[in-house]
Each structure stands twice: as C-alpha cells, then as structure tokens.
C-alpha cells in the first residue's frame, strides 16, 4: 500500500495498516518530517484507538488531561456551561479526553512507526499524478523512488495529503476547498508567562459575538495553546496556512471582551494566523474510495476546527482501514468500498456540527442570550456528545 501524505493522517493510516499487514509506504513531499502550529483536544473516541495500537505510555508523556471543559462568555465573563473531562471522560467512555500538541502527536506515532518497523517512510517525495487503470495504479512526481511509481491490482493507493490534497481528483471532480471567512489566530505560551490567577488547569472556550476563543494546556500543562476564531479577509495565499498575525487586526476583529480575555491575550508577543477553509460535508462513500484509490483524513473531509475533530476523524479513518484491510479475501477495491462505506456518514455528521458550533459560538442580540440560558439550564446534556465520544 502506498499513503501518499505522512502528516498525523498519513501517520496514522501507515500504523493501521502496517499492524493489518499492508506494508505501507509513506510519501511525504516535506524534506523532514515536522509538524508545527498548535495543540489539539483529542476525545476518548479518538484515545481509545491511539491506546489500542500500544501508544497509551508514550501519549502520557506528552498530554494533558484536562478536568473539565468551560465555556464563558466574552462579554460577562460568566461561565455558562461546563462538561467535566477527567474521571468523567473514563467513567463514561472508557478512555481519557486529552490535550496535546500536535508536533508531539505526530512524533508519538512516528516513533512507534519506526520502532515496530510496519511501514517505510519516504520524505522529500512529492506525488504530482496519478493514473488508475485495469493494471493498478501509476504514479509519477518529484523524487520518488523508482520502486514507488508503479503498484499492481493487489496494492492500493491512499490519499492522506491534507487539504490542498493533489490524489483528491482521482476519486473526485477536482473543485477547491472553500474560504469559510474566518481566521483562527493561535499562539503558544509557556505556562509561567501567564498571569498567575488566569493560569489554566481546563479547556476553556469563550463565546461572544462574532468572535470566540479556545485556551487550553499542553505539553503536561507546561505550556498554553490560544486559538481565537474572528471573521475577517483571509490573505491572498490560501495555501500556506501559518501567517504572520497582526495584535492590532487581532482586537479590531475582537471589539471589546471581558478583561480576563483580554489579560490572557495581553501575554501573547506574537500571533500566527490560520485562513480557516473547508469543504461540504461529504455526500456518500463515493467521495471517499474509487477503485484502488481511497482519501483519508482532511483530503476527504477538512472540516471546521469547532468540534476539536479533524485530527480525530483522520484517526478514526485510519484504523477503519486497518479493519478493512484484513479482509484479504476481498479484492482491494471492495475493502476500499467497505471502509468509505463505514467513514462517511460520520465524517460527513463531524463536519456538519463544526458548522453548526461555530455558528452558535458567535451567536449575537437575542439568540446569544437564548443559547446562554439554554446551556446554563441543561449543562452537560447540551455539551455532552455521546454520538461521538463513544465512537463510530
Ligand atoms: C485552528 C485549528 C484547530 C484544530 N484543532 C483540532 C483539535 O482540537 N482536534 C482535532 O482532532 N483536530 C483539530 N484540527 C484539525 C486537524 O489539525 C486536521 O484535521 C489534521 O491535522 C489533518 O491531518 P491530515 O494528515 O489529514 O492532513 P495534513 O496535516 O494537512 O497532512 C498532509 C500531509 O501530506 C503532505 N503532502 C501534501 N501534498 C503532498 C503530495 N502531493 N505528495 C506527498 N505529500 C504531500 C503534507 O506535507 C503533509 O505532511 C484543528 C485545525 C485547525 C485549523
């Protein structure tokens, strides 16, 4: 099998596959691999798989585990709901909700990668094209090993190359993913710059009009992951995701917000800006597998960051296809079928909620107050997501 991608997708379905007994090759067009930016929440539906493939002591060395998670809003300051994590996460779902940074993720399953030997990794390996006919598939790009361009009827070819994905038009008309409008600034901060009183032991996510925020711990708490969604013009060059932010535009954007927001954001000495874009929500398994082609992770489904759920998706994709793969009796085309089958109805729901959280966390006037009475009188039973934390 060849994964064309080794971000924490790519990574993940070369672990998956590699333990099903694929023998994956990874291409990854980066010279090295590195994953930079920002912190993300994975949920017990996405930890319970990360320690089902023997990764739980080596997450435990990178995570944070959250007690609960808090949502204020930015004009009050009021808390207006809160779920708790913690012991709740494993009581109720058998596995932890935890926070992690991304680099530290990917490391994670990179460094299981090579120790179990399961798959070969191959940097600097762009794929340009792709041909799929009654042979097998046919490759060709920029440094690609000779022995990496053609693949016989019995191999299959996994799309794992993100957003900007180039192997997305084989399985689908191409079209380009959308500006959503929105601009998710985000910022990493060592835990001792922080005000002491606004340190943070919890998720905390605020909600205002137009505008919200998400703070959390990472790196075993040393360190605070800030990420703030506000409308805006997004810069010229979509592709490239990690911009310059500018504080000024920053609070324009923001208009005026409680002062314990405004403290902690006052600790930040420099911004990076995300152009958040995304796609509509998947229609059917068609748009996740053709023939001995199948698309995983952000290449099938980016989806809004306003589920904590991208990475998620793409981890839950991954050990489908691990299921999948095993069913050596099957053609590889009817294993690809099988594991769109059972993705995209999911992946297409997780990408249908973000939109809808982000609508409802930027609520103004009339319904803002509706939704923070809602919350404050149903609470957990509004913030819970059962559907989802249980898993697929
Ligand atoms: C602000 C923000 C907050 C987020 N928070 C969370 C969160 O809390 N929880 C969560 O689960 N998710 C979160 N996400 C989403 C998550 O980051 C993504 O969904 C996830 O990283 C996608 O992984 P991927 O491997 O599919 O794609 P990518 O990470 O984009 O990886 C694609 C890889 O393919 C390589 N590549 C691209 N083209 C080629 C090519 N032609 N040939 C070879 N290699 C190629 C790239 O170099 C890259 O390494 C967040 C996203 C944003 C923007």
Sequence with gaps: ???????????????????????????????????????????????????????????????????????????????????????????????????????????????????????????????????????????????????????SKSSAMVGADGLWSATRQYVVPPTAPRATGLLAYRALLPMLSVPEKLRLQDVNVWMGPSVHAVLYPVQCGDFLNLVVVVQGLPPENLEDWDHAGNKQDLEAAMGPVHADLRD???????????????????????????????????????????????????????AELGRCWVKADLPVAERLKMYAQARWARNAQVQQRSIRNGQIFHLQGPLRWGRNVAMKLMGESLMDAPWLYAGP
């Excluded at 790519?10 to 090759?25: C, E, N, S, V, Y």
């Excluded at 199948?294 to 759920?309: M, N, S, T």
């Design 1 to 151: 099998m060849i994964i064309v991608g080794g971000g924490i997708g790519g990574l993940a379905a070369a672990l998956a596959t590699g333990q099903a007994g694929a023998m994956p090759q990874v291409l990854e067009r980066a010279a090295t691999f590195s994953e930079v930016g920002a912190g993300i929440q994975l949920g017990p539906n996405v930890t319970r798989i990360l320690h089902a493939w023997g990764l739980a002591e080596d997450l435990k060395r990178v995570e944070f585990v959250p007690r609960k998670l808090e949502a204020r809003d930015t004009q009050t300051g009021q808390v207006i709901g809160t779920l708790r994590l913690g012991q709740r996460s494993l009581d109720t779902y058998g596995a932890p909700y935890v926070t992690v940074h991304r680099a530290d993720l990917h490391r994670v399953l990179l460094q299981k990668i090579m120790r179990s030997g399961l798959a070969e990794l191959h940097l600097d390996s762009e794929v340009q094209a792709v041909k799929q006919d009654a042979d097998g598939i046919r490759i060709s790009g920029a440094n690609l090993p000779a022995s990496m361009t053609e693949f």
């Design 264 to 318: 902690l954001l006052a600790a930040v000495p420099a911004w990076r800006l995300w152009p958040l874009c995304d796609r509509p929500p998947l229609k059917g398994p068609c748009e996740m597998a053709k023939g001995q082609i199948a698309l995983l992770g952000d290449a099938a489904h980016p989806v809004r960051p306003f589920l904590a759920q991208g990475a998620g998706m793409a981890i839950e994709d991954a």
